[in-house]
């Protein structure tokens, strides 16, 4: 199992940051690799990606959602992926964004790259995408505020 963490910093208030992560479909337009994320209902996402010529497609669900908290998933079938999203107020208008992902890489290249880092750099770059994507729209394109409970 490979672990990775990676945190950044965002110029826009804690509630436009956890709005905007709420948008799964919206993944697409600053995680590279994502091709689609479809929100099945308020805890299921099934999720297209194409990494290193490799496509496949997975169901993930919401263990636990806490506006300007936390997201956190699990796969539920296919590649073996959990994590979760924590958001943390610096200032009035700064939020600190941390991402820890859990997954199983399968096949010889995946577990290539992952020796040499490749999967920590595509995380580094994605909250990169994500910073410049939310600053530069200034406010997030939808929101869910709902709760959902950790799932035991």
Sequence with gaps: MTTIIKTIDVDVPI????????????????MSGVD?????????????VSIAGVTRRFEATITEQHP???????SVDGTTH??????HKLDDNTTRVTVQLEWEP??????AASMVNV?????????????????ARGTESGAWRDTVPRDD
């Design 15 to 30: 509630g436009t940051a956890y709005n905007q992560w709420t948008q799964f479909e919206s993944f697409p337009e600053f």
């Design 68 to 74: 300007e908290q936390r997201v956190a998933w699990k």
């Design 106 to 111: 399968q096949g010889a290249l995946e577990k």
């Design 36 to 48: 689609k994320v479809e929100q099945l209902d308020d805890r299921s996402l099934l999720w297209h």
């Design 82 to 87: 959990a994590g979760v999203v924590t958001f």
């Design 119 to 135: 999967d920590e750099h595509q995380v580094a770059k994605d909250l990169e995408r994500f910073k410049a994507f939310i600053e």
